[in-house]
């Protein structure tokens, strides 16, 4: 059985960005989280939250990486995916999305975004 368990719109204020005004005033940011566990049957068919991946987990990762300050928001989808890999076994593949709302790029952007993905195995 293929599932996916996703924690979408994580809404968070941080200080990341290239230039010196981004990381003392800070901006708003959005993270999608989307894991594939390895095996769910257990969940599904006992109700056992410890037979699953906890998305309460998934936002704790993600609100702690978010609040150490980086340049680029790559490097902070690489932190918060590192860390919910060293945390959370039973993990078969993980996509995330970090978006940079409303960017300092001289117009009107409405978000720009990165997006990371990994199958558990790959090089």
Same mark, same amino acid.
């Given at each position: 059985?293929?599932?996916t368990?996703?924690?979408?719109?994580?809404r968070?204020?941080?200080?990341?960005g290239?230039?010196?005004?981004?990381?003392?005033?800070?901006?708003?940011?959005? #993270?999608d989280?989307?894991?594939? =566990?390895?095996?769910?049957?257990?969940?599904?068919?006992?109700?056992d939250l410890s037979?699953?991946?906890?998305?309460?987990?998934?936002?704790?990762?993600?609100?702690?990486?978010?609040?150490?300050?980086?340049?680029?928001?790559?490097?902070?989808?690489?932190?918060?995916?590192?860390?919910?890999?060293?945390?959370?076994?039973?993990i078969?593949?993980?996509?995330l999305? #970090?978006?940079?709302?409303? =960017? =300092?790029?001289?117009?009107?952007?409405?978000r720009?975004?990165?997006?990371?993905e990994?199958?558990?195995?790959?090089?």
């Amino acid at each position: 059985m293929k599932s996916t368990i996703a924690v979408e719109g994580i809404r968070i204020y941080a200080h990341h960005g290239y230039y010196r005004e981004e990381q003392v005033l800070g901006g708003w940011y959005l #993270v999608d989280i989307y894991v594939r =566990p390895e095996d769910l049957r257990e969940a599904v068919e006992e109700d056992d939250l410890s037979a699953t991946v906890n998305y309460e987990q998934l936002y704790e990762i993600c609100k702690e990486e978010m609040a150490i300050n980086a340049h680029l928001i790559e490097h902070v989808a690489g932190r918060i995916m590192d860390h919910i890999l060293a945390e959370i076994t039973g993990i078969a593949h993980i996509r995330l999305r #970090v978006s940079k709302l409303a =960017p =300092p790029v001289g117009g009107e952007v409405a978000r720009t975004y990165v997006e990371l993905e990994k199958s558990i195995g790959e090089l």
